[in-house]
């Protein structure tokens, strides 16, 4: 008995201290994107499924709510379809102050369709003055056939490890995603720690205040900061591959004057494979 008790308090110290050894290991020593990406890419599907050249016309209802720069809220049909790396949104609202949102990549230019005439919609105005988000393929995430994570060789982005954040509650692996030819956009992929299902994409620029004529101006003056986040849930088998049937987009511009913050959510009901996309149809009628 002499001897069990110095030996028992020695094995429980090792293994106290294997366990905050252990505990202390931080997840970005465990991962590394190229890893990360591969288990998100298997998580969507078989390659079979997942093929790019596979056309999807994902269709349902939507809900667009101005919260500030204007109030009100305003629903209808919606539709998300992408061939290769060819994209296109149309939305109809019952609006008739903003009858539709019309956006459509077809591999080279981004358009979108004014609805009335000299007046696009604040999302229009974004994605035009930051066509990145439709040129790389991040629009719509893993609803796309052009996500840049089915075929990073396509594109070749520079790709940087963040660490982790909960979303919704769920621990994610965030990954800087810096497009080879540069951008002003700071973009984030969140990807699900325990499934490596694609929960979120963050846009965010931010310009910096511009000097006044003088001290006292130029204290009044602020940074501009444009933030858009793509949350995507509710995923299911459609196709052979596992895609979100919630999508949302959020956009909120933060200025001194005329802020705008809008939230955009579908519900996504129908999905359809490998029917044929004519190319006009990407250019949402312009």
Do not use: C
């Not at 590394?32 to 599907?45: C, Q, R, Y």
């Not at 490998?274 to 149809?281: G, H, L, S």
């Amino acid at each position: 008995m002499n001897n069990y008790r110095p030996a028992t308090a020695i094995i429980l110290t090792l293994l106290f201290f294997t366990h905050i050894s252990g505990s202390s290991t931080p997840v970005a020593d465990k991962v590394t994107p190229e890893e990360l990406v591969a288990k998100h890419v298997e998580a969507i599907g078989t390659a079979e499924a997942r093929k790019t050249d596979r056309s999807r016309i994902v269709a349902g209802t939507s809900v667009m709510n101005l919260k500030t720069g204007g109030r009100g809220n305003t629903n209808g049909a919606a539709l998300l379809a992408s061939q290769k790396d060819k994209v296109l949104l149309k939305a109809e609202f019952s609006s008739p102050d903003f009858p539709f949102e019309k956006l459509g990549f077809d591999g080279r230019k981004l358009h979108a369709k004014q609805y009335s005439p000299g007046v696009r919609s604040p999302l229009d105005e974004f994605f035009l003055s930051h066509t990145t988000v439709f040129t790389q393929g991040l629009f719509g995430g893993v609803l796309s056939s052009a996500w840049p994570l089915l075929d990073l060789t396509a594109r070749n982005p520079k790709l940087q490890y963040a660490g982790t954040e909960k979303i919704d509650g769920r621990q994610a692996h965030k990954v800087r995603y810096l497009p080879r030819e540069g951008g002003e956009l700071k973009i984030t992929i969140f990807i699900d720690a325990e499934n490596f299902q694609h929960l979120r994409t963050e846009y965010e620029r931010v310009i910096a205040a511009p000097m006044g004529g003088s001290p006292a101006e130029s204290a009044s003056l602020r940074e501009m900061r444009y933030q858009l986040v793509e949350d995507f849930r509710d995923f299911k088998t459609e196709g052979g591959l596992t895609l979100p049937h919630k999508y949302t987009i959020q956009y909120s511009v933060f200025k001194l004057n005329n802020p705008i913050t809008l939230d955009w959510t579908f519900n996504l009901t129908r999905f359809t494979f490998d029917y044929p996309i004519e190319e006009k149809e990407f250019l949402v009628d312009t």
